[in-house]
């Protein structure tokens, strides 16, 4: 089993800057990805930012230059954060983690709010 703990999300202004953390705890050995995705209401998830155990990551187009995702461990556990830089109104939506393992793990989601 994996768990997934996020914390970080919240209101900023436009232009701003907020960071995610997602701390994964339990089988960590089996996580060979983590990433973040988003979703407004009525839409599809969708990838944002992915990590992967060998060392590559995969932005999606709309965050590429403004978003950076990194990982620090310890013997158990994984920590994934989503540097957001220059976020937009855009940005606004509800930011999940996930872990992809022998099956995957959803985190609660956080809520980012871009506005004045």
């Known amino acids: 089993q994996v768990q997934l703990v996020e914390s970080g999300g919240g209101l900023v202004q436009p232009g701003g800057s907020l960071r995610l953390s997602c701390e994964a705890s339990g089988r960590v050995f089996s996580i060979y990805a983590m990433g973040w995705y988003r979703q407004a209401p009525g839409n599809e998830r969708e990838l944002v930012a992915l990590w992967r155990r060998d060392g590559s990551t995969t932005y999606a187009d709309v965050v590429k230059d403004r978003f950076t995702i990194s990982k620090d461990s310890t013997p158990n556990t994984i920590t994934v954060y989503l540097q957001m830089d220059r976020l937009k109104p855009e940005d606004t939506d509800v930011y999940y983690c996930?872990?992809?393992?022998?099956?995957?793990?959803w985190g609660q989601g956080t809520q980012v709010t871009v506005g004045p």
């Open positions: 996930n872990a992809i393992h022998i099956g995957t793990t």
